[in-house]
């Protein structure tokens, strides 16, 4: 039923104009995104940066699914469903902590960090402890990038860790401290949330601290760019080159896009004023301008790298109309808070900008629900709005199984 309502939509979904209004607000579409998207492909988690002593943990909650994400005693990243082997409990019950092993709240059933059951108190002679292990999930990680995935046998990451690595590894991610995190609860869509992030259509109306820094343009060529971005990107290019650097954009098809950007002029970080938010440049890095690599990766994920810090943001679906983006400033691993940089300045600009996005998902999931909205027309500069489309719908036809899919492994 639900896959015929999908195909149904599928069908219903012109390429240039935002999804029909059932993808973003039905419960019914919800579910389905969670099997056809969510329970199949790699989702971004976090920084090796937040787990870096064995037993450091972080958890995500994806719809009903809660992951734990740990680094075990030999300094291995693995994941598990943070679900009980015993009845079902929840087993780490924070955003983020650390263990020396995973003690279950209810009857205190102990896992190792490996995931083996190692007590379970009070059961009887011959209870068979190794097949109540946690039940394990996918892990790649990526220049210290953590991703997950729910299905028995994921796509690959190749293309992807092959791509991006040589725009991100230089900035030596591995190398670097959690300076401070925020989770909100945005009552929106997820699609609309990632809507939101792809253009900057709506920057110049409602994003003042973020446009000291940020240039709107989302492409070296772009048709809309005036002759000083022109100049900028000139100048900021011949210096990377100069510097090893790469910057083009990377050919990531509908899946991921990496790029590296300038700032405006004399801007070097994401701050209220353009100057440094970071003394400590990260990596080796001498030169602050470096502008930053903007990394996407659907379903849930974009990053910035400057030469100061390290910006990820994450997004997990919690229900139709609710969305948590958790986003992860990093500096580097020797920073001292107070003398290498502020926390304030450090997050100001983001911080900020985050909730400006958050109202405007919000208002944007209210207007979808209304019976007068229709699919509308995307400008030009939506046009990652459109790849995005593209993408999802392409994962939707491939579980509903109707003819607008392509099989992935024809891709
Ligand atoms: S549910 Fe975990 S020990 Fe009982
Ligand atoms: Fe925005």
């Known amino acids: 039923m639900i896959k015929d309502r999908v195909n149904q939509l599928l069908q219903e979904r012109q390429r240039g104009f935002s999804l029909p209004g059932a993808f973003y607000v039905d ?9 056809a998207v ?4 790699w989702l971004f988690a976090g920084s090796v940066a937040e787990i870096r002593g064995p037993g450091d943990y972080i958890t995500m ?4 699914d809660s992951i734990v994400i740990l680094r075990d005693r030999e300094g291995e990243v693995r994941a598990f469903f943070n679900t009980c082997r015993h009845r079902g409990s929840r087993l780490c019950l924070h955003e983020t902590g650390r263990a020396n092993r995973i003690v279950c709240p209810y009857h205190q059933w102990v896992y190792e960090l490996d995931g083996s059951l190692i007590n379970a108190r009070q059961m009887p002679e011959g209870f068979d402890r190794a097949s109540h292990g946690l039940h394990p999930v996918h892990v790649e990680v990526i220049c ?4 997950v995935c729910l299905a028995e046998t994921p796509p690959s990451l190749e293309k992807f860790r092959k791509t991006v690595t040589p725009y991100i590894a230089p900035h030596q991610p591995d190398r670097t401290k959690v300076a401070f995190f925020s989770t909100i609860i945005e009552e929106a869509n997820w699609k609309l949330v990632i809507d939101n992030n792809r253009e900057c259509y709506h920057c110049a ?10 240039v709107e343009f989302a492409l070296p060529d772009d048709p809309a760019a005036n002759a000083t971005f022109k100049g900028l990107m000139d100048r900021s290019t011949a210096r990377w080159d100069g510097l090893g650097l790469p910057h083009a954009p990377a050919d990531g098809g509908t899946e991921f ?4 950007l300038p700032f405006n002029d004399d801007c070097l970080s994401f701050t209220m004023d353009g100057k440094p938010a970071c003394n400590k440049l990260l990596a080796d890095f001498t030169e602050p301008d470096l502008g930053s690599v903007r990394m996407f ?7 910035h790298f400057l030469s100061d810090h390290i910006l990820h943001f994450r997004v997990l679906p919690l229900s139709a109309n609710r969305t948590a983006v958790k986003t992860t400033w990093l500096v580097h691993e020797d920073a001292v808070e107070g003398v290498d940089y502020d926390l304030k300045r450090l997050t100001e600009v983001w911080t900020e900008t ?6 405007l998902a919000e208002n944007n999931h209210k207007g979808v629900r209304s019976r007068a909205y229709q699919p509308g027309p995307l400008a030009p500069s939506e046009f990652m709005l459109n790849n995005f489309a593209d993408w999802y719908c392409t994962k939707m036809a491939d579980w509903a199984g109707g003819p607008g899919g392509r099989r992935i492994a024809a891709e």
């Open 38 to 41: 969510f329970a199949t492909d």
């Open 354 to 359: 985050n909730d400006e996005d958050r109202i």
């Open 297 to 303: 990766r659907v379903p849930n994920n974009w990053n």
């Open 27 to 35: 419960d019914d579409m919800f579910e389905a995104d969670l099997e």
């Open 61 to 64: 909650e994806i719809g009903r």
């Open 205 to 214: 109306g409602n994003h003042p601290a973020l446009l000291v820094t940020l």
């Open 144 to 147: 210290g990038l953590i991703y």
């Open 257 to 260: 896009r990496c790029i590296r």
